[in-house]
């Protein structure tokens, strides 16, 4: 038996998600990190104040920054990444996930290159949060 949400579910669902980012109009981060526990930040890149993505559609939200950018700031290898709302005295991290190089399917986060210097530029192209159907 398959146990299956309909569009309208997997769509309060997203958006529950991503509203969790914006809680009092603060700004939704994403953090990359390094290591296996994520113990290093490398960079943290604002998705915006107050609707980082938009209202979901057939379960999936999309990012409404345009290409947002930051610049690194500790040397590593990137291995995780977590989305959090930039709450000033206690941050919420909402979703997390690995980080690989592009084309590797095991990856929830595909970057061009894991080896992020301090002082480089990282940028987001595009971010979805999906909610699957089953």
């Given amino acids: 038996k398959t146990f299956t949400l309909e569009t309208v579910a997997r769509n309060a669902a997203c958006d529950a998600i991503v509203n969790l980012l914006d809680v009092n109009g603060t ?23 107050g609707d980082a993505f938009g209202n979901a559609a057939v379960g999936v939200a999309t990012m409404t920054a345009s290409s ?44 061009t290159n894991t080896s992020l210097n301090s002082g480089d530029t990282v940028t987001l192209t595009t971010m979805t949060v999906t909610v699957p159907a089953s």
Avoid: Q, W
Avoid at 27 to 49: F, N, P, Q
Avoid at 96 to 107: P, Q
């Fill in 27 to 49: 700004t939704a981060k994403c953090v990359i990190a390094a290591g296996a526990s994520s113990t290093t930040d490398l960079v943290t890149i604002g998705l915006g104040a």
């Fill in 68 to 111: 947002p950018t930051a610049t690194v700031s500790a040397t590593g290898t990137a291995a995780k990444f977590r989305l959090e709302d930039d709450h000033a005295t206690a941050p919420v991290k909402v979703a997390s996930g690995n980080v690989g190089t592009n084309g590797t399917s095991t990856f929830t986060m595909d970057i």
